[in-house]
C-alpha cells in the first residue's frame, strides 16, 4: 500500500499545482480513500485489475451514473500517474469539450467572451469556462440557433430543464457559466436581460409558462396595461434604491429584487405587459411555491405597482389584495368577470372599492360554479334567488352593498351581450330599510382609565398611544386623521388643530385642550424618533414613516386592556364618546356638527341614541328636523 499512499499524495500535490478547485481535489480524496478502504478489506494489493473489480462494485451499489464516471476518471488519473509520472492538462479536465463541434460564427462569440475573462481568471478556469460554455452553446445550435441575438427564452427554459448525464454539482456550475456568457451578451446589448436570469433556479421556477387557455385570461387584462414587459426590468434598480434611501435593511432590498426580477421573467417568458391585475394573477399561480414568505410578496408587488407608476412609494401605508380566485375559473368566466374589472378601472373606481367588488362577484360565481354552470347564458332568475337565500350577511348594510354590486354586475353582463335576458337584473331588491341602534361609547371608568394613563405612561410607544388616543378622545378625530395629523396642523401659540378632514375633505378647526396638548408635547419631546417626517404620529424603526389605520385601535385597546372583558373596542368608538359628551354638556345639535364636521345636518342624528335617559331629552322642533309644518295645506 506504500505504492498506492505515494501515488495518492503525488496526485494530491499535483492536482494543487495545477489550480483544480477545492471541491474536486476533495472529491480526488474521496473517491481514493474509498478505494483504498475497499484494497485493504480485501487484502489486495493495488493494481488495475483490482480497481475495475472495485469499480464493478460501485455500479452494484446502484451509484448514480454521474458519480461512476467521475470516480473512473479519477482512478484513470492515478494510474496515468503511476505509469507515466504526471496527468495530462486534457484528461484533467474530465469532460470533453464540445468547442471544435460550434459554428464559426458561435465559436467567434465565445472566444470573445474568453478573451475578456483572461484578466479575471486562471487558465485553467479559463478552460474550464469554455468547456462549460460550449455546452450551451452548442445546445442551442442543435435547436437551429447560429447567433446570440437569436436567443430567445424559450430556448433558454429548454436548456434549463434538459436533463444533463452528470452530477449536480457539474450541473449547477454549466448552468452558471452559461448565466454568465448571456449577462456578458446582454451587456453588448446582443440579448435581452431576461434570459441570463432564467438559469437561475429560484428565479426560473416563478417564471411559469402559461398554457393558451390560461393565458387569453391574462392577455384580456392588457387593455389596461400600464407598460411593457421591458419597461418593468429598467425600473427595478431604481425601485430598489428606494429601499435603500429609506432606511431598510439588506435583506428587504434583497427581496425587493427578487421579486420584482421574478415578476420581470414571469411577463417576458408569456409576451406579457404589466398591470397590477396580472400581477395579482401571477402571484396566485406561484403561491404555493413562496411559502412563509407570502406577505413579504404581497408587500413587494403592491410597493412596486404604487412606484412604477407614480415612481415613489409610501414605505408603511398597507399594500395589499384579496387573493384572487378568478385564475380558477374557466375561460367564459375569468373573462367576463376581468371584462367587469377593467370597466370598473376605467369608471375611476379607487382599488379599494374594486377589491370589495370583487368579494361580491367572485362569491356569485363560485356559486354558479358549483351549480355547474358552462356560460352565463345558463343564469336564471331561480339562481340569482337561491345565491341571494344562502349568501347570508349580519347585517341590513352588508345584504345592501351585496345586492348592489350584483345588480350592477348582472347589468354589466347583459349590456355587453353575456346574457340573453337584460331584464334578469331586476329580480335583485335595490334597498332594505336600515334599523338605527343604540350607539357605544367609552364609560366613565374607562375615560378615567385613559386620563390616568395619560400622566403615568413613559414609554416611546406608551406616549404614542396616549397621544393619539387623547386626540380621539377630546377631539373625536377618526383614525384616519390622527395618523395623517402633521407637525404644521397644531398651532401652539393660539393652541389649535386645524385639519381637512381625511374622509370628508371639510376642513376644521379645534381648541388644543391643555390635557391634548399635554400629551402631544409629551410624545413629540421624549417619545417620537428624529427624523424628516411632517406627520406627527410614525414608526418607530427605520424607515420613520406614516402608520396604518388600524395602529389607532390597537393603541386604544392596549391602554384599555386592564378595565375591559377582553372584547374589541374600535377607535371610532372615542368619535362617538365625544359627541355624546359635548351633548351631555347640553350644548345644541349645531355645536356637534361644528365639533365633527359634517356637512349634512342628519347624520349627526345617530349621536341622539346614546342612551335612553337623554333621548328623552332631545326632543327637537320640527323645525330642526327638516319636517315641513301646516299639515294637508301645505
Known amino acids: 500500500m506504500t505504492r498506492y499512499d505515494d501515488a495518492i499524495t503525488k496526485m494530491s500535490m499535483l492536482l494543487k499545482e495545477r489550480n483544480v478547485c477545492l471541491h474536486s481535489r476533495k472529491a480526488h480524496e474521496k473517491c481514493y480513500q474509498e478505494l483504498r478502504e475497499y484494497l485493504l478489506a480485501t487484502n489486495k494489493c493495488y493494481s488495475y485489475d483490482e480497481v475495475r473489480k472495485w469499480l464493478r462494485e460501485v455500479v452494484k451499489k446502484q451509484e448514480s451514473s454521474a458519480g461512476f464516471i467521475a470516480k473512473w476518471n479519477y482512478v484513470d488519473q492515478l494510474e496515468e500517474l503511476i505509469n507515466t509520472g504526471t496527468v495530462l492538462q486534457d484528461n484533467l479536465l474530465l469532460t470533453k469539450s464540445n468547442y471544435q463541434k460550434l459554428s464559426e460564427s458561435l465559436r467567434a462569440e465565445l472566444d470573445m467572451y474568453i478573451k475578456s475573462c483572461e484578466e479575471k481568471y486562471t487558465k485553467r478556469t479559463n478552460e474550464l469556462l469554455k468547456i462549460h460554455c460550449s455546452k450551451f452553446l452548442i445546445f442551442l445550435q442543435s435547436h437551429g440557433i447560429n447567433s446570440v441575438c437569436k436567443i430567445s427564452c424559450d430556448i433558454v427554459c429548454k436548456f434549463f430543464e434538459y436533463e444533463m448525464p452528470i452530477n449536480p454539482d457539474e450541473r449547477y456550475v454549466i448552468l452558471s457559466n452559461s448565466r454568465l456568457l448571456l449577462q456578458y451578451y446582454v451587456d453588448m446589448g446582443k440579448c435581452e436581460p431576461v ?58 432590498k434583497h427581496n425587493a429584487a427578487h421579486i420584482t426580477k421574478c415578476l420581470y421573467a414571469f411577463l417576458s417568458v408569456n409576451n406579457l405587459h404589466y398591470n397590477i391585475g396580472i400581477a395579482e394573477l401571477w402571484y396566485q399561480r406561484i403561491e404555493s411555491l413562496v411559502g412563509s414568505s407570502y406577505h413579504a410578496w404581497i408587500r413587494i408587488i403592491n410597493l412596486f405597482d404604487f412606484y412604477i407608476q407614480r415612481k415613489k412609494f409610501d414605505p408603511l401605508k398597507n399594500y395589499s389584495f384579496r387573493k384572487a380566485r378568478d385564475w380558477k ?17 376605467r369608471s375611476f373606481h379607487s382599488e379599494g372599492t374594486i377589491r370589495s367588488y370583487k368579494y361580491v362577484v367572485y362569491n356569485f360565481c363560485d356559486f354558479l360554479l358549483q351549480k355547474k354552470l358552462n356560460s352565463f347564458e345558463e343564469l336564471d332568475r331561480n339562481l340569482i334567488n337561491e345565491f341571494l337565500r344562502i349568501d347570508l350577511h349580519s347585517t341590513v348594510n352588508g345584504t345592501s352593498g351585496r345586492n348592489s354590486v350584483l345588480r350592477q354586475f348582472i347589468t354589466f353582463l347583459e349590456d355587453n ?18 334599523p338605527r341602534k343604540i350607539i357605544t361609547v367609552l364609560s366613565d371608568e374607562q375615560i378615567s382609565h385613559i386620563n390616568e394613563y395619560r400622566k403615568t405612561c413613559n414609554s416611546p410607544i406608551e406616549l404614542r398611544d396616549a397621544a393619539m388616543v387623547m386626540i380621539g378622545l377630546k377631539l373625536g378625530f377618526r383614525s384616519s386623521d390622527v395618523i395623517n395629523l402633521k407637525l404644521s396642523d397644531i398651532d401652539w401659540v393660539n393652541k389649535k388643530i386645524s385639519i381637512t378632514q381625511y374622509k370628508t375633505k ?41 402608520l396604518s389605520g388600524k395602529i389607532c385601535s390597537n393603541a386604544l385597546n392596549r391602554i384599555l386592556s386592564a378595565v375591559t372583558d377582553g372584547s374589541f373596542v374600535k377607535f371610532h368608538t372615542l368619535r362617538k364618546t365625544f359627541a355624546t359628551s359635548i351633548l351631555k354638556n347640553n350644548a345644541g345639535i349645531e355645536r356637534v356638527i ?35 309644518m301646516g299639515g294637508a295645506a301645505k
Open 329 to 345: 375559473y374557466p375561460l367564459w368566466c375569468s373573462l367576463a368577470v376581468n371584462a367587469y374589472l377593467d370597466w370598473l378601472r
Open 506 to 546: 371639510v376642513p376644521i378647526s379645534l381648541p388644543l385642550s391643555v390635557d391634548v396638548g399635554n400629551a402631544v408635547f409629551r410624545y413629540l419631546k421624549y417619545g417620537r424618533p428624529e427624523c424628516d417626517n411632517p406627520h406627527v404620529f410614525v414608526r418607530h424603526k427605520a424607515p420613520y414613516g406614516i
Open 417 to 434: 351581450n353575456y346574457l340573453a335576458d337584460r331584464t334578469i337584473h331586476g329580480v335583485i331588491p335595490a334597498k332594505f330599510a336600515h
Open 594 to 628: 361644528d365639533a365633527l364636521g359634517h356637512q349634512d345636518p342628519t347624520t349627526v342624528n345617530v349621536y341622539l341614541t346614546y342612551d335612553e335617559l337623554h333621548m328623552r331629552k332631545c326632543a327637537l322642533s320640527l323645525d330642526e328636523m327638516s319636517i315641513p
Open 195 to 252: 434570459l441570463p436570469l432564467l438559469l437561475e433556479e429560484d428565479i426560473h421556477k416563478y417564471a411559469i409558462l402559461l398554457e393558451e387557455d390560461n393565458l387569453r385570461a391574462f392577455t384580456a387584462l392588457q387593455e389596461t396595461c400600464v407598460c411593457k414587459a421591458r419597461e418593468v426590468y429598467d425600473v427595478i434598480d431604481f425601485f430598489v434604491q428606494e429601499f435603500e434611501n429609506l432606511g431598510y435593511k439588506d435583506t428587504a
